[in-house]
């Protein structure tokens, strides 16, 4: 039997979007309250210097297809 895994704190959490703001919008600001209750950083539309611990997809395929190739690192 393998010992349990330490988990972390999530510290930075990454959002990615449709762009379609008027969309997003209240999703966004709960999100950004929760995570501030939480001591969790939100990034939106990280760059790809950012680390982010979780990154969260608000949005159909195209912002998933994003949000993977960016936490693939290509």
């Known amino acids: 039997m393998s010992a349990p ?3 972390r704190a ?6 990615v979007t449709h762009n379609r703001a008027e969309e997003t919008a209240e999703g966004i600001e709960a999100l950004r309250r929760a995570a501030e209750g939480a001591g969790v950083e939100v990034v939106l539309e990280p760059d790809g210097h950012e680390r982010a611990d979780i990154t969260i997809v ?4 195209g912002a998933t ?5 960016a936490n693939a690192g290509t």
């Not at 999530?10 to 959002?15: E, K, L, M, P």
């Not at 608000?58 to 395929?61: E, F, H, N, Q, R």
């Not at 297809?65 to 190739?69: C, D, K, M, S, V």
């Open 5 to 7: 895994q330490k988990t």
């Open 10 to 15: 999530i510290r930075v959490a990454a959002v």
């Open 58 to 61: 608000l949005g159909g395929d």
């Open 65 to 69: 297809l994003r949000a993977l190739r």
